[in-house]
Each structure stands twice: as C-alpha cells, then as structure tokens.
C-alpha cells in the first residue's frame, strides 16, 4: 500500500471514529506513513543502521543477495571475514559448498534463491551473534521474508534456525523436518561451516537437501518440471 493509499485509509477510519463518538473524540492528527520498500530500498536502510554493537567494527553490511522473487530463502547465522570484507553473503569457503549444495536440488542464488543471514554485520571473531543483537537485527530478516515471500525457507545451522522457530532443540533432533515459520514451509539443516569441520555431516545434510527437494517439488510445479527436465 502506497503512501497516498495509506492516508486515504487513515482518513476515512478517523472521520468514522469521530462520527462513531457522536463527536465526543477529536480528530486526531496522521501519522507520518511511508511508502513500503522494494528490496534494493530496504537494503539501503540496512547500509546504515547502527542499532547494535556490531555495527562500530564492520566494514561492511551484509543484507544479502540474490533472486528478487525468490523460491527459497536461505538463512544463515551472520557474515565471515570474507563476508564483511566484501559486502556479500556466503562468499567464503563455507558459501562455496552451500553454492554446489544448493546446486545439486537445482536451487541458485542466480535464478531462484535469496541468501541472507540472522545479523547483517559479522560478529567478531566469527563468535555467535548475542540475544541483544539478534533481537535489533531481526526486524531487517523479517522484512525481507515479508517483501520476498520465499515459497519454503531453508534454515542453515543452529543460530538461524532456534532464532527463527524459537527453540533450542539441539540440531541433531531439529534437522531435515519441516516446520512453519510464517505460514512458510522451514527446513533447519546443518550449516555448511559445520559439514566442512565435521565430515559425517556430509550424509545427513544431503537426505536434508532431497527432502527439501521433494516438498519444493510439491509446492512449485514449474520447479517440478525444471528438476524432472534435467
């Protein structure tokens, strides 16, 4: 809804709130209303907040990449050293195994995914990102969902995926089952950086990605159609 819309509306349930009243209430002033953000818009607030502790040693934001009207969101804890120096998501060793892991259920960052993370600046040293500033960031990864509308969201690793089902179940019992965050199909997964330090991950993180496949497969008939073509 457009600012002028938004006006227009607020207007008309004003003047029946007064009328309602028997003029009892006062006509109270607007708020100021602006227009929602498409993504390159919302990406540019993102470039300079400074809501959180994280923001003071950054070098860069990270919002996040890929398709504009995604069929998956991939969701990952926060940006790497490789990810702060260059202002993209998953750029790292880790983001080149989720590129051929996501490659291999014919899911791209190019065509059909969005990359984003929980926090959009790298905490230091790569440590977890603490309570405070996931909750200042939060607001940025959920007006993204929004504003994308992913058809199934895949969770990688522990971080993202209790932050976005609010759980703490630890990721051996959490993974490779779908739940809803939203009304949108979730799937938590291990997260790359966790395969590459621990080998026996490898199996498990692709039955995740087939399974992952198949509701995809049932929820999109072009993508159905695109994975039975090759």
């Known amino acids: 809804m457009k600012r002028e819309e938004k006006e227009l509306l607020y207007d008309?349930?004003?003047?029946a709130?007064?009328?309602?009243?028997?003029?009892?209430?006062?006509?109270?002033?607007p708020p100021e209303f602006e227009d929602e953000l498409d993504g390159p818009a919302l990406a540019a607030r993102m470039l300079s907040c400074f809501r959180c502790e994280l923001s003071k040693n950054r070098a860069n934001v990270v919002p996040g990449a890929g398709s504009a009207s995604p069929l998956v969101m991939v969701i990952g804890e926060g940006p790497g050293a490789d990810e702060d120096a260059?202002?993209?998501?998953?750029v790292g060793k880790a983001g080149q195994l989720l590129d051929r892991m996501l490659g291999s259920i014919g899911v791209s960052r190019e065509t059909n995914a969005f990359i984003a993370n929980i926090?959009?600046?790298r905490p230091p040293h790569n440590r977890d990102p603490e309570p405070g500033e996931i909750e200042c960031c939060l607001p940025w990864l959920e007006?993204?969902?929004?504003?994308?509308?992913?058809v199934a969201i895949l969770a990688l690793g522990r971080v993202a995926s209790h932050t976005l089902l609010g759980v703490s179940t630890p990721m051996g019992s959490l993974h490779?089952?779908?739940?809803?965050y939203r009304g949108i199909p979730l799937m938590p997964t291990y997260h790359p950086s966790a395969v590459l330090?621990?080998?026996?991950?490898?199996?498990p993180?692709?039955?995740?990605?087939?399974?992952?496949?198949?509701?995809?497969?049932a929820l999109s008939p072009a993508y159905r159609a695109a994975i039975e073509g090759k």
């Open 17 to 29: 709130r007064c009328y309602l009243s028997d003029g009892a209430a006062a006509r109270r002033a």
């Open 197 to 203: 330090r621990d080998e026996s991950l490898k199996r």
């Open 176 to 180: 490779g089952t779908f739940y809803e």
């Open 143 to 150: 007006a993204q969902i929004a504003l994308l509308s992913p």
């Open 119 to 121: 926090v959009k600046c």
């Open 86 to 90: 260059s202002g993209l998501p998953f």
């Open 205 to 217: 993180a692709w039955e995740d990605l087939k399974a992952f496949r198949d509701r995809l497969a």
């Open 12 to 15: 008309f349930l004003e003047t």
